[in-house]
């Protein structure tokens, strides 16, 4: 038998708590069984040129497999870099995480062996080519419920590009006095939000349900969307889904106890809203679904403010009548 291991440069960097650091865990990718490492950390580390300070460190493994980034890289928070750190004294409570280790347990003979000039060997074939498609595909799933869990934007096939405004344009003037020099744009469009960290705890589950190919429930998905374009500052797209996550919640408690007054087989947001036997927020109408229906009957633009409400009312719909269950 063969230990493979894999160094995973995540599409995404993901925000634990310090509990999660210098952990294993034991998941299965497709029908393998692997021990997945997060990177550790350490105080007073000579890049940060302080001894308060704290970096992100590799996880202590038998053999390092270098990244395809590494040219790229100046070393510094290529593991993940600490975040909210505090002193007196020094510590700190969350990190970013943006590479992993994993292990595999191989037959030797499904490893074919690549000659170097060195002496060395790569190892490839038919089973190494399938771990370069299954990784992904494995993290793909526990990003969506990290997503879902915690709030973070993991909508990785619609990254966030952060730009300056007025990018590709220079100015000069000429004057009297001669030419100016040049103008370039130094303002940045800047999206911020403050998601919640994976704890040990959560972390442990997203682990589960990754390992087992399951996936949140539909609602959970359409928040998670929601949230997703409302950073993007798309936020009719973020209206239309955050109330979709509502209506999904509210049609499947509708059709385990029919509510009052609603007859039509497939009642509107609207009248599911006007006659839900549960208590929603004061303003899910107004705020929820007049403004889903301005935004798909009549193509209303909407602002950061209003989509940023209809998606905290979907939360708190959301997370009261289906909370996300990772057992």
């Given at each position: 038998?063969?230990?493979?291991?894999?160094?995973?440069?995540?599409?995404?960097?993901?925000?634990?708590?310090?509990?999660?650091?210098?952990?294993?865990?034991?998941?299965?990718?497709?029908?393998?069984?692997?021990?997945?490492?997060?990177?550790?950390?350490?105080?007073?580390?000579?890049?940060?040129?302080?001894?308060?300070?704290?970096?992100?460190?590799?996880?202590?493994?038998?053999?390092?497999?270098?990244?395809?980034?590494?040219?790229?890289?100046?070393?510094?928070?290529?593991?993940?870099?600490?975040?909210?750190?505090?002193?007196?004294?020094?510590?700190?409570?969350?990190?970013?995480?943006s590479c992993l280790m994993l292990e595999f347990v191989v037959r030797d003979g499904l490893i074919e062996r690549r000659a170097q000039r060195s002496g060395?060997?790569d190892p490839t074939g038919p089973e190494i080519d399938a771990l370069f498609e299954e990784v992904p595909v494995w993290f793909d799933n526990a990003l969506?419920?990290?997503?879902?869990?915690?709030?973070?934007?993991?909508?990785?096939?619609?990254?966030?590009?952060?730009?300056?405004?007025?990018?590709?344009?220079?100015?000069?003037?000429?004057?009297?006095?001669?030419?100016?020099?040049?103008?370039?744009?130094?303002?940045?469009?800047?999206?911020?939000?403050?998601?919640?960290?994976?704890?040990?705890?959560?972390?442990?589950?997203?682990?589960?349900?990754?390992?087992?190919?399951?996936?949140?429930?539909?609602?959970?998905?359409?928040?998670?969307?929601?949230?997703?374009?409302?950073?993007?500052?798309?936020?009719?797209?973020?209206?239309?889904?955050?109330?979709?996550?509502?209506?999904?919640?509210?049609?499947?408690?509708?059709?385990?106890?029919?509510?009052?007054?609603?007859?039509?087989?497939?009642?509107?947001?609207?009248?599911?809203?006007?006659?839900?036997?549960?208590?929603?927020?004061?303003d899910t109408r107004p705020s929820l679904v007049e403004c889903r229906n301005d935004a798909i009957h009549r193509g209303a633009q909407m602002g950061r403010?209003?989509?940023?409400?209809?998606?905290?009312?979907?939360?708190?719909?959301?997370?009261?009548?289906?909370?996300?269950?990772?057992?």
């Open positions: 038998m063969l230990r493979v291991f894999a160094r995973y440069d995540l599409p995404t960097s993901i925000k634990v708590t310090r509990g999660c650091l210098g952990k294993t865990f034991a998941a299965r990718v497709a029908d393998r069984h692997v021990r997945v490492s997060f990177p550790g950390w350490k105080q007073g580390d000579d890049a940060w040129r302080r001894r308060d300070g704290f970096a992100i460190i590799p996880p202590e493994v038998d053999l390092l497999p270098q990244s395809p980034n590494d040219r790229e890289r100046l070393g510094d928070g290529e593991w993940g870099r600490v975040t909210e750190s505090l002193t007196d004294p020094p510590r700190f409570r969350t990190a970013w995480v060395q060997w969506i419920w990290i997503g879902a869990a915690t709030g973070q934007d993991t909508l990785i096939d619609n990254p966030i590009h952060r730009r300056a405004w007025g990018e590709g344009l220079s100015f000069r003037a000429l004057a009297d006095e001669g030419p100016s020099g040049t103008t370039w744009p130094n303002r940045m469009e800047m999206q911020t939000s403050r998601p919640a960290p994976l704890t040990l705890a959560v972390l442990r589950r997203v682990m589960k349900m990754s390992s087992a190919a399951r996936v949140p429930p539909d609602a959970h998905l359409f928040l998670r969307d929601a949230r997703g374009e409302l950073l993007r500052g798309r936020f009719r797209r973020s209206v239309v889904d955050a109330a979709t996550s509502v209506e999904l919640v509210l049609a499947r408690l509708h059709s385990r106890h029919p509510f009052p007054g609603v007859s039509h087989p497939r009642p509107t947001l609207g009248l599911l809203v006007d006659h839900a036997t549960v208590a929603l927020p004061s403010m209003t989509a940023s409400r209809a998606v905290e009312i979907a939360r708190q719909i959301v997370t009261q009548l289906e909370p996300l269950v990772m057992d």
